[in-house]
């Protein structure tokens, strides 16, 4: 059993956003082997009532709390020092006071940081053996950001992703090794950080197929007589705030004039305005729900028309877990390993969506045929034990004592 530091962006949990699931998993295996010290942040006062589901997995736990509006204007001090703003966002001193105290008081056998900004309080501990979970490439998210926006802000996106990039480089450098969610996000940072080729790798999420099962005991959601199309995610996530205004304008409008029982659903916590001015005739905005799973059961179909998001979607394979066909971007399906047309369906422009949802409506039974396809898949392919296990190798070694010099 070795002594580990964990540092983890935002508080892993409840696991109901895809950092958040990825985190505490990675929590759960790690805890289950080894005594661990979390230090971490929470960003939604509703996430407070939830630390004593956390105390029993640490030895110790530290908290500090981040108000999104201070720590936007505090990372604008990155203008000044040349950094990346994201790490000003993440910068805290109570924080840093207590990494290095943990230090101090325990004999730690390895830091592992979730999410690239937590690397910044690892600098002070250089001695100390280090693992990353980069999650996705966050510097190429903010040049896509970039593409995506007007001047001022497509400058500043542009800014980020540079600087970001450079940090996370230094961070990989210096790690032991470090994981990114998918090979094409591994790729991908290899070409960008050439330097770390040999020392990343990827680190596929998981699925808990367990809870994400149909179960007879969830009833519906929806009115009787309705079409259910469902996305599900946190909406206050700008590539899933483009995903369903995007969905709406494009899509829907087409499909409710070929079936007007249809109707969609956008699943998820704090939906920003411009979700919330989405809903009308047609389409409903959930807001935070105290189970997902029943609005994913008892769909017609889950889609996910993402445009600018990156790596494996726990919302996928959550919905494929629930045996329900999903219809989703060609990005989502590439980044994971799925038979395309059997076990899921994937979809381009506006007519793609229209044709596969049609196709899915119109064929209830084979659109079964690929739920159930599609949740033998995740049951095959993608628990988070399995794929958790290639961690436990390099820690063991990360935590190994060098061996002694002998005398001569």
Known sequence: ???????????????????????????????????????????????????????????????????PGSAKLASLRGLLTGEALSLPYYRDAALARWVEATAARQALDAVIVFSSTMAQYAEALPGLPMLVDFVDVDSAKWADYAQAHAWPLSWLYRREGRRLLDFEARTAERAACSFFVTDKETALFRRLAPACKGRVEALCNGVDAGFFAPDARHASPFAEGEQALVFTGAMDYWPNVDAVAWFVAEVLPQLRQRRPRLHFYIVGRSPTPAV?????????????????????????????????????????????????????????????????????????????????????????????????????????????????????????????PAPAMEAA
């Open 276 to 400: 919330q001015a989405l809903t009308g005739p047609g389409v409903t905005v959930t807001g935070t729900v105290a189970d997902v799973r029943p609005y994913l059961q008892h769909a017609a179909a889950v889609v996910a028309p993402l445009r600018l998001a990156r790596g494996v979607q726990n919302k996928v394979l959550e919905a494929m877990a629930m045996a329900r066909p999903v219809v989703a971007a060609r990005s989502c399906a590439e980044a994971i390993e799925v038979q395309v047309g059997e076990e899921l369906l994937v979809a381009e422009g506006p007519q793609d969506y229209l044709e596969a949802i049609d196709r899915l409506l119109a064929q209830p039974q084979a659109a079964e045929r690929i739920g159930q396809a599609g949740r033998a898949r995740v049951l095959q392919s993608y628990s988070w034990s399995a794929h958790l296990a290639g961690l436990d190798r390099h820690l063991a070694a990360a935590a190994r």
């Open 1 to 67: 059993m070795a002594k580990l530091l964990f540092l983890v962006h935002r508080l892993p949990y409840p696991p109901n956003k895809g950092d958040k699931v990825r985190s505490y998993h990675l929590l759960k295996h790690l805890a289950a082997r080894h005594e661990v010290y979390l230090g971490s942040f929470i960003d939604d006062a509703e996430d407070e009532q939830y630390l004593d589901k956390l105390r029993p997995l640490c030895a110790d736990l530290h908290v500090s709390r981040l108000h």
